[in-house]
């Protein structure tokens, strides 16, 4: 197993997935913040070009299968490498409000090569009995981007400013991204006269279902998982934006920024033990369920809290704990559900409809914020949870 390459992919699809999301995910709400610092520009406008980031991708995101396939794994994903870095200095080089759009339109590209779509292409050739672990310890960097790139953001601006910070970011992980691509993404297992999990070869292939032939929306199956998705994302990402608000009235900005380090840590340990833990057998539409079941018990401890410290973070850490399953379930559930050559489309349609839905949650919850309560944004999560966990039950599939 030492010489398995499928673990230096999963290596490297960390690293990778660390630095899109410290760009394409984490990034934006620093945007807003230094655009509205240095120029004086509304969050409303600053905030119009992410939520376009955002639409963006989705739209291009469905096509990734199709360029994966026609310019090569290294190529499409180098692509979005670069367009990831060119974005990233396009955002701190702006001074016009014309510039946010080149700058948002460039790192949705980059965001739809190499997120999360394209880290299950990475990685799930090189794994069948070993991918839940695998694609949890490469989801990992996306957790990762959180907790590094966030401080590395507010160091950089307050060392260099938001433009020379900006430029320091794109040539970075430009060029790491470039030179990790070319060195893990060319092989696949064959070329390299390896099998999945590094094992011997595999016995012939299990049954299958019978697929549909007609479009992916035509089957119940994906219909439901992708209502799931976009129910219990739109629900994550939502009270993420307001978390920290939710947390200063109770624990002040070190309590709360502490308490939104410890939900990451909770996300990366979360998918890890679920990684190497779940059962083969297991049903995975209910082991998604059980996690929204998870996080909705953490919503409503701070529906309950009513400015109480402990269940503010009580309900936090719940909530935090399962954030990162629902990022890596999605490709498990796809591979139990279709067989392997149709997997990378549906996953591609899958964070499509993921981002579409949830590119307007950050406003919403601040409406409702604003607007509600403190009560009223967990307790809309709750809700967007337990509906998620509904659909997914509800949908699974009858083997006969």
């Known amino acids: 197993m030492a010489g398995f390459f499928g673990w230096r992919v999963v290596a490297a699809s960390f690293v990778l997935a660390l630095c899109a999301w410290g ?42 299968p199709r360029l994966q396939r026609r310019f090569g794994m290294v190529a499409a994903t180098r692509a979005g490498v670069v367009a990831s870095a060119l974005g990233v200095v396009v955002w701190g080089a702006a001074t016009q409000p014309w510039m946010l759009l080149p700058a948002a339109l460039l790192t949705a590209m980059g965001w739809s090569l190499t997120s999360a779509a394209a880290i299950a292409t990475w990685v799930s050739p090189w794994f069948d009995r070993r991918r839940p672990m695998a694609l949890a310890l490469a989801y990992n960097g996306a957790s990762a981007g959180g907790i590094l790139f966030v401080p590395l953001w507010a160091a950089l601006i307050g060392w260099r400013g938001f433009a020379e910070a900006a430029l320091l970011v794109g040539l970075g992980t430009g060029l790491l991204g470039w030179w990790l691509v070319g060195r893990t993404l060319g092989p696949s297992p064959a070329s390299l006269g390896q099998h999945a999990d590094g094992g ?29 998705f976009a129910l219990g994302l739109a629900a994550q990402i939502g009270l993420i934006t307001v978390l920290y608000s939710l947390l200063v009235p109770g624990l002040g900005e070190a309590g709360a920024s502490l308490v939104m380090s410890l939900a990451t840590i909770g996300a990366v340990l979360g998918r890890t033990l679920v990684g190497w833990a779940l059962p083969p057998g297991m049903d995975r539409r209910l082991a998604t369920a059980a996690n929204l079941a998870l996080q909705f ?29 629902l990022l890596s379930m999605q490709p498990l559930i796809a591979q139990a559900e279709w067989p ?49 966990a509904l659909v ?9």
């Open 23 to 64: 760009i394409g995910f984490y990034g934006p709400s620093v945007y807003l913040h230094a655009l509205h610092a240095r120029q004086g520009w509304s969050p409303g406008l600053v905030g119009a070009a992410i939520t376009l980031h955002f639409l963006a991708s989705a739209l291009l995101v469905v096509r990734l």
């Open 200 to 228: 011997p070869a595999p016995p012939a292939p299990r049954p299958r279902l019978p697929t549909a032939t007609t479009s992916l929306w035509r089957q119940p199956g994906f219909r439901s998982i992708s209502a799931a």
């Open 297 to 325: 018990t953490g919503s409503l401890a701070m529906v309950a809290a009513d400015g109480g410290a402990w269940l503010l973070v009580a309900g936090s850490l719940l909530f935090g704990l399962g954030i990162g399953n």
């Open 340 to 388: 392997p050559e149709e997997v990378p489309q549906v996953m591609a349609s899958l964070t499509a409809v993921n981002q579409g839905f949830y590119s307007f949650a950050p406003a919403a919850f601040g409406a409702l914020l604003q607007w509600g309560g403190a009560w009223s944004a967990p307790a809309l999560a709750g809700a967007l949870q337990l509906g998620a």
């Open 392 to 400: 997914l039950v509800l949908g699974r599939r009858n083997p006969r």
